[in-house]
């Protein structure tokens, strides 16, 4: 399975502010994907990002609040932009190395919105 | 069209065995298992392709009902290392769409 650094680990920031999430995969991967979080809750999908393409939406989420980048096929950002206090949540990035072998996450991102 | 998972909680004491269960409103083509731990990312259990076959992983297996659209996770002489947080996952056109999520607690 890959290993994947995602940072940073948390953060406070202050309403109005952006946050960018980097995550760095040691293998190369088509797709990754980011997903949220709320406490107690289930995992969310963002968005996919393929390389040299746009990143793919879910309902609910829209580039301008959640722009994401993925310039080559072992790195993605996300960032959170204009936050709000319900942006307060577990960020996580995640890649299917190999079909059948399931998902790979990273360690997430506790942001805290104040 | 979130999967949905049953029982939300289940508490069980060591060595006694426990039933999650997945369903889909959507025709399922794979299901994946995942636990989390308290504030740890989620973990691959398994994946059951369309088929019917029974996965297993130490105690821990499951069966896919593609029919039923539907999938059991079967837990036997739990651990207290099976405490955590269950999710299913359906693999819908190349994206994973996880389950409301079982939270289990053993207890010695």
């Known amino acids: 399975s890959a290993v994947i650094s995602q940072k940073p680990s948390r953060d406070i920031c202050q309403r109005g502010t952006s946050l960018t999430i980097q995550c760095q995969v040691d293998s190369q991967v088509t797709m990754m994907f980011w997903y949220r979080q709320q406490p107690g809750q289930s995992l969310t999908l963002i968005a996919t990002a393929n390389q040299g393409s746009e990143a793919t939406y879910e309902s609910g989420f829209v580039i301008d609040k959640f722009p994401i980048s993925r310039p080559n096929l072992t790195f993605s950002t996300l960032t959170v932009s204009n936050m709000s206090p319900e942006d307060s949540s577990i960020y996580l990035c995640?890649?299917?190395?190999?079909?059948?072998?399931?998902?790979?996450f990273g360690s997430g991102t506790r942001l805290t919105v104040v | 069209q979130q999967p949905v998972q049953s029982p939300q909680a289940v508490i069980l004491r060591e060595g006694e065995d426990a039933v999650i269960n997945c369903s889909s409103s959507?025709?399922?083509?794979?299901v994946h298992w995942y636990r989390q731990k308290h504030g740890e990312a989620p973990v691959f259990l398994m994946i059951l392709l369309k088929g019917g076959e029974q996965k297993g992983h130490d105690k821990i297996s499951a069966s896919f009902n593609e029919k039923k659209q539907q999938s059991s996770l079967y837990l036997t002489a739990s651990q207290l290392s099976y405490s955590g947080t269950y999710f299913c996952?359906?693999?819908?056109?190349?994206?994973?769409?996880f389950g409301t999520g079982t939270r289990l607690q053993v207890f010695p």
């Open positions: 995640s890649v299917e190395v190999l079909a059948g072998y399931g998902y790979t």
């Open positions: 959507k025709a399922l083509y794979s």
């Open positions: 996952g359906t693999d819908y056109t190349d994206k994973l769409i």
